[in-house]
Nanobody
Framework: VQLQASGGGLVQAGGSLRLSCAASGSIFSIYAMGWYRQAPGKQRELVAA???????NYADSVKGRFTISRDNAKNSVYLEMNSLKPEDTALYSC?????????????????WGPGTQVTVSS
């Protein structure tokens, strides 16, 4: 079971990017999926997360600019980022929380994917 993210890149301030992340393997269910970011010299922070039921939450710094969505059938999560600012520059990682596999019974675990770099130039 693993996560694969894509969609990062270099964009000018005010521009947009869309990040995608898909979980693969023998997955039965995933409770929540989210995006985190870590800028140089700073701690990792939650950007946005969404549950399998569609409930979402956002960091205050991205509310109104970023939108998280999820496709449960594809075990995928997306982050639409608009009105990007230089301070959004960071390594963005996706995570899956409460992952249950087909053969794992009630056992749950968290899964982290490799990051994708987002750089916003001023």
């Amino acid at each position: 079971v693993q996560l694969q993210a894509s969609g990062g890149g270099l964009v000018q301030a005010g521009g947009s990017l869309r990040l995608s992340c898909a979980a693969s393997g023998s997955i039965f269910s995933i409770y929540a999926m989210g995006w985190y970011r870590q800028a140089p010299g700073k701690q990792r922070e939650l950007v946005a997360a969404i549950t399998s039921g569609g409930s979402s939450n956002y960091a205050d710094s991205v509310k109104g600019r970023f939108t998280i969505s999820r496709d449960n059938a594809k075990n995928s999560v997306y982050l639409e980022m608009n009105s990007l600012k230089p301070e959004d520059t960071a390594l963005y990682s996706c995570a899956a929380h409460g992952v249950r596999t087909l053969l794992g019974g009630r056992s749950q675990f968290d899964l982290w994917g490799p990051g994708t770099q987002v750089t916003v130039s001023s």
